[in-house]
């Protein structure tokens, strides 16, 4: 089970930190990642987190955000800054299935597991 929170409504070059309660797996053991879904776009990976602590971001927002995890906590985080309107969506956080995978993530395929989604809504 997943739980995203942390988004709400901010201005253009705010910053916004975005959290993922992980419960059911060991960040330890599984990939997570932080997706977002724009109206009548697709659901595209924004960044991910492997098992070992391998990162992977979108181009859109390499240099911008920052994935991170708490794995005491088991928690996931996203820091977002310098937002822009079009990182406007809904944000997800999902989690892979596979134990000890050492494959690269960048589709929505590449996780089974998913939260409720937290909407993030940059003004201009």
């Known amino acids: 089970q997943l739980q995203a929170s942390g988004g709400g409504l901010v201005q253009a070059g705010d910053s916004l930190t975005l959290s993922c309660s992980v419960s059911g797996r060991r960040l330890m053991t599984v990939g997570v990642g932080w997706f977002r879904q724009a109206p009548g776009k697709e659901r595209e990976l924004v960044a991910a987190v492997s098992w070992s602590g391998t990162t992977y971001y979108a181009d859109s927002v390499r240099g911008r955000f920052t994935i991170s995890r708490d794995i005491a906590k088991n928690m996931v985080y996203v820091r977002m800054n310098t937002l822009k309107p079009e990182d406007t969506a809904i944000y997800y956080c999902?989690?892979?299935?596979?134990?000890?995978?050492?494959?690269?993530?960048?589709?929505?395929?590449?996780?089974?597991?998913w939260g409720q989604g937290t909407q993030v809504t940059v003004s201009s």
């Open positions: 999902a989690a892979d299935q596979r134990m000890y995978y050492r494959g690269t993530y960048k589709y929505r395929a590449d996780f089974d597991f």
